[in-house]
């Protein structure tokens, strides 16, 4: 700890909300790759060991903010049908998401034991039980509607386009018959289009499709 840290003042009143609060502001503002204990100290205008003694670790503070993430979902009136209710929940997670930059990075590698983590899975398999043929095919489809949906909106939120024209000049030089025919479609940006189509194709699959040895 240097000597300004040291003698920074220790607001009174700080609590682990106004910690979270202060690392969103952090995040919102720089990413994920911003996002630090001391970043949080200096928003908060407090000392590095404050900020530290309400999060623990940084892991916990990750956790901590997933949990958050997961918290802005609203769980209330859903569509009546288990399909309907899957579908919504995802789009609701992916909205969430998308509020926060770097928010599919934020909650990659976390799953929090926590409330609000839980109310959302919790509905999601209840949903999930209702269409699929078995347990296991809700629980397996569960974690493929989650991964499909954060791996799309980390590639809607880094917004590769310099990724996307050296793919295309690589394409153009090489002799890639598959990638040649459908290069438009798979480097599309339709992220709404592209996220209702693999969210209905999960679905749709799993209704019928058990899950093997079950």
């Not at 700080?14 to 502001?25: E, Q």
Request: hydrophobic share 45%; net charge negative.
């Amino acid at each position: 700890m240097t000597k300004k840290q040291a003698a920074a003042p220790t607001r009174v009143g700080i609590t682990l909300d106004h910690v979270v609060g202060a690392a969103f502001d952090v995040l919102d503002r720089g990413g994920v790759a911003k996002l630090s204990t001391r970043a949080i100290a200096a928003e908060l205008g407090v000392s590095m060991n404050t900020v530290m003694w309400h999060i623990r670790t940084k892991d916990r503070l990750l956790e901590t903010m997933a949990e958050a993430v997961l918290g802005e979902v609203d769980l209330a009136d859903l569509p009546e049908d288990w399909h309907g209710q899957a579908a919504e929940l995802m789009q609701r997670l992916r909205k969430a998401m998308l509020s926060h930059r770097d928010g599919s990075l934020l909650v990659a590698g976390t799953f929090p034991a926590e409330p609000r983590t839980l109310a959302f899975t919790d509905h999601l398999l209840t949903a999930l039980l209702r269409g699929c043929p078995t347990r296991r095919t809700a629980a397996w489809t569960a974690w493929n509607l989650f991964y499909f949906t954060l791996g799309l909106v980390q590639e809607e939120q880094a917004a590769p386009t310099d990724d996307r024209d050296r793919l295309r000049a690589h394409v153009a030089k090489r002799h890639l018959p598959g990638l040649d025919a459908a290069l438009d479609d798979f480097m599309s940006v339709d992220f709404d289009a592209r996220f209702r189509f693999g969210i209905e194709q999960i679905l749709r699959s799993s209704a019928t499709q058990a899950a093997p040895g079950d």
